[in-house]
């Protein structure tokens, strides 16, 4: 099947945060026909402030729950389809408090699911790489559409299930969805809580990053810009019922990461701490977008790290308003965690 088309309304769960907020600014720059409906609850996570200077005439926002039946019944009626980026994200939050990820990723799929159904609407639902576990990082392989899947932890468990139930809404009941599994995003409006931000903004007040366990563990870094035009690319070119894996084959590891923060930020290489490991840390990421390069013509833009990285460096530095309010309680969670 390839009935996919270029849609005029669309509905953005989770618009307000980090990826969505970002998917929301491509289309609203790139595709002048298109409506957005932002739907988000914000949480702790969302923050109406990254769709500053978006013109009122191209967005909606709706503050609300995913898990709104009622709601969704209102909303999604007459729009062409419904982009999914809401969800719990972040690993060390599931290990400490699981339930809100069961409730949101798990039955907030559900949900926009049985909506899609009710009122025969297309679904692209973005999901990660974590729901295929870890690699050894002596190997050679990477993760492809085919790899099974193996969550590790709460949060990629709950990752994992909402793939599940999109796969059989397509096939039992022939909801017209696709699904993007994407490697690790940075960019600017990150939350404090993620390794980048967290290490940039250490620095900015005067603390010390913080490195989980050997630090060798492997993450397979995108630019949020590259992973937005791919969900575009999959949402009006892909294949119905087909997985599809985003990756810019960015693969370092986290020691590496912090060393070129901390050298662009004029701080010595040992200018940081060792922590706790997170429980259950995954080891290695990689990820094989062949597909998505070969079927849909997708190639990533910001394919240099490390000038990718300075710009989120200094988009944090010419911020501290976005981030400041936030910055002392994430920290005060961390530290009693022994993070
Ligand atoms: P985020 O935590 O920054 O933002 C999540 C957004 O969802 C917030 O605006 C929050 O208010 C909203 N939300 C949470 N629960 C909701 C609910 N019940 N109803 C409505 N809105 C709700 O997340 P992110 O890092 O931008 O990730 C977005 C999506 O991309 C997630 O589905 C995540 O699994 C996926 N993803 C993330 C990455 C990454 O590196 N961050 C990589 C691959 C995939
Ligand atoms: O792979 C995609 C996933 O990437 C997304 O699905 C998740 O939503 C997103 O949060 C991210 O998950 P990670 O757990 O890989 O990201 P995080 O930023 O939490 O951590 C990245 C790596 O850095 C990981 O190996 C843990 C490590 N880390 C993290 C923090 C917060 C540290 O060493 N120190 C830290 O302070």
């Not at 769960?13 to 289309?27: E, K, L, M, Q």
């Not at 609407?121 to 990660?128: D, M, Y």
């Not at 490390?306 to 309680?329: C, F, S, V």
Request: net charge negative; with cysteine.
């Amino acid at each position: 099947m390839s009935e996919t088309s270029e849609p005029k309304r669309i509905v953005v769960t989770g618009g307000a945060g980090f990826i969505g907020s970002n998917f929301v600014h491509w289309v609203v720059d790139n595709r002048p026909e298109v409506h957005v409906v932002v739907l988000d609850k914000l949480t702790y996570a969302g923050n109406l402030e990254n769709l500053a200077g978006i013109p009122e005439d191209r967005m909606t926002f709706i503050h609300g729950d995913i898990c709104d039946e009622g709601l969704l019944d209102e909303v999604v009626p007459g729009v062409d389809a419904i982009v999914h980026f809401a969800a719990e994200s972040h690993n060390d939050n599931s290990i400490a408090d699981p339930e809100p990820f069961v409730r949101t990723n798990v039955h907030g799929t559900f949900r926009l699911l049985e909506a899609c159904r009710r009122h025969g609407v297309r679904f692209h639902h973005v999901s990660t790489d974590e729901v295929y576990g870890d690699l050894a990082l002596d190997d050679p392989a990477r993760f492809t559409e085919e790899t099974p899947y193996c969550p590790s932890s709460p949060y990629s468990s709950t990752k994992a299930a909402s793939d599940m139930l999109v796969r059989a809404w397509f096939r039992t009941y022939g909801v017209k969805a696709t699904i993007s599994n994407c490697s690790n995003n940075y960019g600017p409006r990150q939350h404090v809580e993620k390794f980048i931000p967290r290490q940039i903004t250490n620095v900015l007040i005067g603390s010390r990053p913080k490195l989980y366990g050997d630090g060798l563990n492997v993450r397979d870094w995108i630019h949020t810009e590259d992973h937005s035009s791919a969900v575009w690319a999959i949402l009006t070119k892909g294949r119905l019922g087909e997985t599809y894996l985003i990756g810019a084959d960015g693969e370092k590891n986290n020691i590496d990461v912090l060393h070129a923060i901390l050298e662009s930020m004029d701080k010595g290489a040992d200018d940081f701490d060792w922590v706790r490991d997170r429980p259950g840390h995954d080891r290695r990421y990689a990820i094989d977008s062949s597909k998505l390069r070969s079927e849909l013509g997708w190639s990533p833009k910001h394919t240099d790290f490390a000038e990718g990285l300075k710009a989120t460096i200094d988009w944090y530095r010419d911020n501290p308003q976005w981030w400041q309010g936030a910055k002392e309680a994430v920290e005060a969670k961390y530290a009693k965690q022994g993070q």
